[in-house]
């Protein structure tokens, strides 16, 4: 790291000399979600030193504070873990969401990753006089900046969470509630609630108001894929994967709704039309997953969850439908999903879009300019980030060690130069 441009860095900039600021020997990690841990426990094994910056006072606040009780993950275990290090032999195939959280905070004590929690970053900024990103952050309504040469954006694809605006909703009169703040139907038992959304957390949501004795009416607004979470005792996505390293992702789609017929049988009359482009495609192209079955379907097949189509208007504790269908509601949850906040916050054209996703696709989103990293942003769960935070580790290290080994040798020949004079 070049001190002699920091020094003229605090030299031109009276704001920076006033503010609190810290000069950090390695990159900065913004997020201390998986992606955030992933990429600190790989630079640690590199030897690279880091801080990571975390907005909650706590590691992976999407899954501490804003999911329901009753999640687990969707897909096998070995398919999730962080890299480094694997679960516990003794989870099951699909973790709770308790015990995610305790493998987190157990690897983020196996690396010693200690984020600086409560700290929000308001902007980042390349400075390209220095070649220095600039972070600035509030702690307690304190201002802090931290200088560094890498910037590592790890705030993932489900950083805020989406809010339709819909006519009447306002006025609705009843309790409306996004996914996030969802934890159990046991606070809807015996209402009349819609659930709008139709993805694996609208399902979800809609099979635990069931179980709940609740009465849940979905919104299908557009086409979905349902697939069974599993085939024949096996994971849908094992097999998808297993059949990807021989056939071409064409097949691979016809046939995986070919076992989703057998399985699950012809459910566009449940009113789940399915979209033109085969589940890996869309979600390789559009970012779109498929629901993975986990019950919600017999719900559906029985009438215990009601399918509807999308919603023209609210009116109070009741919704019409773009059907002309009125219906009597209670409470409405909105399981609309969520988005990138990173353009709020990151000044950068380059490398981000406006939607907050790295331009370049998969897999080549990870690395930007001037020291710019993007981890978690691959439309690819906890295995496409687990992904990104190796080959980052593994850029930054290189450089680290680099530059790290040239410091020494201009060290060395000082100290030689100095000798011989004397």
């Not at 790890?154 to 809010?163: F, P, Q, W």
């Not at 006519?167 to 819609?194: D, M, N, P, W």
């Not at 979905?224 to 990807?244: C, D, N, Q, W, Y």
Request: aromatic residues 10%; charged residues 25%; hydrophobic residues 40%.
């Amino acid at each position: 790291m070049d001190q002699g441009l920091f020094i003229d860095l605090l030299d031109q900039d009276q704001d920076l000399s006033k503010r609190r600021w810290t000069l950090v020997n390695g990159p900065v990690i913004v997020g201390a979600g998986p992606s955030g841990l992933a990429t600190a426990a790989c630079l640690r094994e590199q030897g690279v030193p880091f801080v990571v910056l975390e907005r909650a006072e706590c590691i992976a606040s999407l899954w501490q504070k804003r999911t329901y009780d009753r999640l687990k993950l969707h897909l096998p275990k070995q398919f999730c873990q962080l890299p480094k290090l694997p679960f516990p032999q003794d989870f099951p195939e699909y973790p709770t969401k308790k015990q995610f959280i305790e493998y987190l905070e157990s690897y983020a004590k196996h690396f010693d990753i200690n984020p600086k929690f409560n700290e929000c970053v308001q902007s980042a900024s390349y400075d390209e006089t220095s070649g220095f990103w600039r972070v600035k952050t509030v702690s307690n309504e304190a201002e802090l900046e931290y200088i560094c040469r890498w910037l590592v954006v790890a705030t993932g694809e489900n950083a805020e969470c989406v809010v339709p605006d819909i006519e009447g909703l306002t006025e609705f009169g009843g309790e409306v509630i996004h996914a996030c703040e969802y934890k159990s139907g046991e606070k809807f038992k015996g209402q009349k609630v819609l659930v709008v959304g139709c993805g694996n957390s609208g399902m979800e949501l809609s099979l635990d108001l069931c179980n709940h004795n609740a009465s849940p009416s979905m919104v299908v607004r557009s086409s979905v894929h349902v697939l069974p979470r599993e085939v024949f005792g096996k994971s849908t996505f094992e097999i998808a994967v297993s059949m990807l390293k021989w056939l071409p992702l064409w097949l691979v789609d016809k046939l995986m709704l070919v076992l989703a017929w057998l399985v699950l049988g012809n459910v566009e009359k449940y009113g789940l039309t399915r979209p033109a482009m085969g589940p890996l495609e869309l979600k390789n192209t559009k970012g779109k997953t498929p629901v993975l079955d986990i019950g919600a379907l017999e719900k559906i097949k029985s009438g215990d969850i009601n399918v509807v189509p999308g919603i023209k208007r609210f009116s109070y504790k009741q919704v019409e439908l773009v059907n002309g269908e009125k219906l009597d509601i209670d409470s409405v949850v909105l399981a609309t999903g969520y988005r990138s906040n990173v353009p709020s916050w990151l000044q950068e054209g380059e490398f981000f879009c406006k939607n907050g996703f790295p331009k370049a696709p998969f897999p080549h989103g990870w690395k930007g300019k001037a020291g710019l990293y993007a981890v978690g942003f691959t439309r690819r769960g906890l295995s496409g980030a687990a992904s990104d935070a190796i080959r980052i580790a593994q850029d930054i290290g290189k450089l680290w060690k680099d530059e790290t080994n040239q410091h020494k040798n201009i060290t060395l020949a000082c100290q030689r130069r100095c000798i011989s004079q004397f």
